[in-house]
């Protein structure tokens, strides 16, 4: 039985799926542990569907979905989470950025802290101080407005517990909240810092409008989500001639699906 999903989105990645699979697949196999690879192609323009379809010959661990057209990033993930197979789900993007040994490191650190789900922190970040500088004022801003302390909300590698990520509802833009609108249904989570690397190959597909505006108007509905989060404990009473079993009916979701 599968027990690691991998979900990658690639939206216009054509140079960098055959290194990236070259490199990602040893590091895998050397966890030993039954894996897929679930790629997304988000609506590709360039040949990235075709080098997809190119890494997955021989390689029946790797699985490939296409939109019709670009989608966003959050929708190429949703996607993925609805057909991964595995336990755990592992979150990363396919543009090489992300060292795949940090992968066995964090589903480690997973199990060794006993939590739900376990988010990166690229602490020496590889951008241009332009990326830099809009991505620290959007997590002062985020973290501000959510009440929250992580250091990168945007850190695209992070290891789930299948469930959280099934049952979480998404909305574009929403793949820089996974961690919040985790922690609002009750998960427990750590973190824990990253390697990061240079883009070698193709342009980053967001630029100061995307990173920090429309990230801040997401932060807003986020904020309200977290406001009316339904939050409640409920039991049901017994009464004379009610069946005996009749239990707790919690009804914060995480907490009952764990208890
Ligand atoms: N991506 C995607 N759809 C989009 C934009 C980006 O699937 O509409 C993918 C992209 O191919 C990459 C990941 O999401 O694998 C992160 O994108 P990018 O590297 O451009 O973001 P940055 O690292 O600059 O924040
Ligand atoms: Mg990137």
């Keep these: 039985m599968t027990q690691l999903s991998l979900v990658i989105p690639f939206y216009n990645e054509e140079d960098n799926i055959e290194p990236f699979f070259r490199e990602l ?6 966890m030993d542990v039954p894996f897929e690879v679930i790629a997304v192609n988000d609506g590709s323009t360039d040949q990235t569907a075709a080098r997809l379809c190119e890494a997955m010959e021989g390689q029946p661990e790797i699985r490939c979905l296409t939109f019709a057209r670009n989608a966003g990033q959050t929708a190429a993930f949703e996607a993925g989470f609805r057909a991964a197979r595995g336990e755990l789900i592992v979150t990363l993007d396919g543009d090489l950025q992300i060292d795949p040994r940090d992968i066995p490191l964090m589903v480690d650190q997973l199990r060794k802290d006993d939590v739900d789900f376990v988010y990166g922190w690229r602490k020496e970040r590889k ?6 500088l809009s991505t620290r004022v959007a997590n ?3 973290n501000r407005l959510t009440g929250e302390s992580i250091p990168d909300t945007g850190c695209p590698l992070k290891v789930f517990r ?3 990520l ?3 509802k998404l909305f574009n833009g929403m793949h820089r909240f996974f961690i919040t609108l985790a922690h609002m249904d009750g998960w427990k989570s750590s973190q824990m810092i990253v390697r990061h690397r ?7 597909k967001y630029g100061m409008w995307n990173r920090l505006f429309r990230s801040l108007r997401d932060c807003l ?5 977290m406001k009316r989060h339904l939050k409640y404990q409920v039991t049901e009473m017994v009464g ?8 707790d009916l919690t009804g914060a979701r995480g907490h009952w699906e764990q208890s």
């Design 140 to 142: 002062a801003v985020r």
């Design 240 to 247: 004379r001639g009610s069946p005996k079993n009749s239990g």
């Design 166 to 168: 099934k049952r979480m």
């Design 198 to 204: 240079h883009r070698q190959h193709g342009k980053s």
């Design 25 to 30: 697949l040893p590091v895998i196999r050397s």
């Design 127 to 132: 951008d241009t101080w332009l990326k830099r």
């Design 162 to 164: 299948t469930v959280i």
């Design 221 to 225: 509905a986020v904020r309200w989500m």
